[in-house]
Structures are given as C-alpha cells and as structure tokens.
C-alpha cells in the first residue's frame, strides 16, 4: 500500500535525494575500490548495503528495512569512472 506523503515530505526526500547522489558522485572513486560491479544502496551519506544484482540488494533491503526500503538511492558502481556526456543546451 503506497503511503502519501504532505509536501513537506516530499521536499525532505528529494532532498535527501540529492545530497546522496551528490555524496556518490564525490565519493565515485573509493566506492569503485570496494564495491566496483556491484549495486549499491546509498542513505544519509552512508552505504547502507551492496550485491552483485539489484534483485538481491533489493531483497536484502526489503529484509533488513522493510517500510524504509525504498528510501536509499541504488546505484550501480562501474569499475572505472563512468563518461557523462551532457547534451548541449541549444
């Protein structure tokens, strides 16, 4: 059953959001040392667990948070830093 969330809410999560995509990016090369090809879950700056596939992070979170399994930001860890190529804005 989805929860509803008030506006506020929504704000507080999409900016933890943000500040955890941001704290993967600026720590894409020690993550790449322990958790190179792997899935990653990501929450509060912290990593919360890692698996070869998503189907088991996804699974191991579920077990371990259950209503707050969704919450982290999964991402998978590229063994090399990944080429982000921006299109240019005409």
């Known amino acids: 059953m989805a929860t509803q969330l008030s506006d506020a809410q929504?704000?507080?999560e999409l900016e933890q959001y943000e500040?955890?995509?941001s704290?993967?990016?600026?720590?894409?090369t020690?993550?790449?040392e322990k958790h190179g090809n792997e899935f990653v879950a990501?929450?509060?700056k912290k990593v919360l667990a890692h698996a070869d596939t998503?189907?088991?992070l996804k699974d191991h979170l579920q077990e371990k948070f259950r209503a707050d399994a969704?919450?982290?930001v999964i991402e998978f860890i590229y063994p090399e830093h990944p080429n982000f190529v921006l299109p240019a804005c005409a």
Request: proline fraction near 4%.
């Open 70 to 72: 969704h919450r982290p």
């Open 54 to 56: 998503i189907q088991q």
């Open 19 to 21: 500040e955890d995509m």
């Open 30 to 32: 020690s993550l790449i």
């Open 42 to 44: 990501v929450l509060n």
């Open 23 to 28: 704290w993967i990016l600026d720590n894409y």
């Open 10 to 12: 929504l704000n507080k």
